[in-house]
């Protein structure tokens, strides 16, 4: 008699951006996404530069470092840069990367509902859905605004979860500008 093997799927998370610094917001959705999706990691894939925003205000190593010392403790959270080897910088692209490098994981795309709103501006944006689930995780004032947009009206229903939970109230941009 052969034993059938059992073939357990394995839960990834991927947070993705400019991590402009990086900050304890990020940290937290990533401690709440852990738990609440059961994930194995999360991969934090930092961006060269956001193309909704002008520049970044430090650069590509500089983000990197901040971001793995940030997380230096959590050694779920693994930091990476893969514009390179993956030859983009497409969302699609960096999860179908991670889905065939990894046959037998389900990806959790984890973003803030602020990215929500320009998500149908995003390369093959209705794509995402289909290889990955979409977890959104609230922000003060955006919530509205979130749940009024071309994405979340298109996609709530295909694999993408709004998390609410108490925030940080912390943003890259805050700090920046502080």
């Not at 052969?2 to 400019?18: F, Q």
């Not at 709440?32 to 430090?58: D, G």
């Not at 984890?110 to 859905?129: C, M, T």
Request: charged residues 30%; aromatic residues 12%.
């Amino acid at each position: 008699m052969v034993k059938s093997e059992n073939k357990r799927i394995e839960k990834i998370g991927i947070l993705g951006g400019t991590f402009d610094p990086p900050h304890k917001g990020h940290l937290k959705i990533s401690q709440i996404a852990k738990k609440k999706f059961n994930l194995k990691k999360i991969i934090w894939a930092i961006t060269k530069k956001n193309p909704f925003k002008k520049k970044s205000y430090f650069g590509l190593n500089k983000r990197i470092k901040l971001s793995r010392s940030l997380t230096k403790k959590q050694n779920y959270i693994k930091v990476v840069f893969l514009e390179k080897k993956i030859n983009s910088n497409k969302t699609i692209n960096l999860i179908k990367y991670f889905k065939s490098k990894n046959k037998l994981k389900e990806i959790h795309f984890i973003l803030g509902a602020d990215n929500l709103l320009n998500f149908h501006k995003w390369d093959n944006w209705k794509e995402i859905p289909k290889i990955s689930k979409i977890v959104v995780f609230d922000r003060n004032g955006f919530k509205a605004k979130a749940k009024k947009s071309i994405a979340y009206k298109s996609i709530k229903n295909k694999g993408l979860t709004y998390v609410e939970f108490k925030k940080v109230n912390i943003s890259s941009s805050k700090i920046r500008n502080f």
